[in-house]
């Protein structure tokens, strides 16, 4: 459901982004959790749980703030900082 939203807000080269970023972020929360720390998965459940919806939300937003969707392209933000 929240993939839906971020990506109704996304710019077509965002929505590649978005992409490739949960993957990473999920591969590297796995690794953490279960290789490094070497929890298992009754262990790790919450912190799993936990740690996919901050990764979702965190990397949505930033996303989101990165390669906002416009309708006009002289619309677009000024993102040269």
């Known amino acids: 459901m929240l993939d ?3 990506l109704k807000h996304l710019s077509p080269e965002g929505r590649k982004f978005y992409w490739v970023g949960q993957f990473v972020g999920v591969a590297v929360l ?3 959790l279960f ?3 070497g929890m298992s ?3 790790g459940i919450n912190a799993l749980f936990v740690g996919l919806v901050v990764t979702i ?3 949505g937003f930033f996303c989101k703030g990165k ?3 416009v309708d006009d ?3 677009l933000p000024d993102l040269r900082g």
Request: glycine share 10%; aromatic share 20%; hydrophobic share 50%.
């Open 41 to 43: 998965m009754d262990e």
């Open 4 to 6: 839906r939203w971020f």
């Open 67 to 69: 390669w906002p969707k």
């Open 35 to 37: 290789g490094v720390l």
């Open 30 to 32: 796995a690794v953490l």
């Open 57 to 59: 939300v965190g990397w």
């Open 73 to 75: 392209p002289d619309e």
